[in-house]
C-alpha cells in the first residue's frame, strides 16, 4: 500500500514575490498536476500563464488530491503585493461547488451574507 499524497504535502509553502510565485506553480504543475496526483477543482487562471509570469491580480488555485481528496489552494495576491502560500485548505471554508447548508457556515461569515 502506498503512503497517500496527502502525506508528501505537509508543510505550508510561502510565496514572496513573483518568483516563487512562478517556481511553486511550476514545481506543482510538473510534480504532482501533470502527474494527475492533484487535481485543479478551481483557479483563476491557467497554471501557464502564472509559469509564463502573465497572471491576474489575484492568483487562486482550488486542488484535491486524487487518492484522499484532502483540499489544497494557493494564494496570492501580486496586485498588492502582499505574500501568498500553498498548503493546506482551511476545512471550514468551502470550495466552490460545495453543496453546504447557512447552518454549516461560520457565525461570522453568516452574519456578514445576513443569512
Not at 504535502?9 to 504543475?29: N, V
Not at 509564463?52 to 489552494?73: M, N
Request: net charge negative.
Amino acid at each position: 500500500m502506498s503512503l497517500p499524497i496527502s502525506s508528501l504535502l505537509t508543510e505550508e509553502w510561502g510565496i514572496h514575490g513573483p518568483e516563487s510565485l512562478i517556481a511553486i506553480t511550476k514545481d506543482l504543475k510538473e510534480n504532482f498536476v501533470d502527474k494527475g496526483l492533484l487535481v485543479i477543482i478551481e483557479s483563476s487562471c491557467s497554471m501557464e500563464q502564472v509559469i509564463a509570469g502573465k497572471f491576474p491580480d489575484l492568483v487562486i488555485f482550488y486542488f484535491e488530491t486524487a487518492d484522499d481528496r484532502t483540499r489544497y489552494e494557493l494564494f496570492c495576491d501580486t496586485y498588492h503585493g502582499g505574500p501568498g502560500k500553498f498548503g493546506l485548505a482551511d476545512p471550514r471554508v468551502p470550495f466552490p461547488g460545495d453543496e453546504i447548508s447557512k447552518g454549516s457556515w461560520p457565525r461570522r461569515l453568516r452574519k456578514f451574507l445576513r443569512l
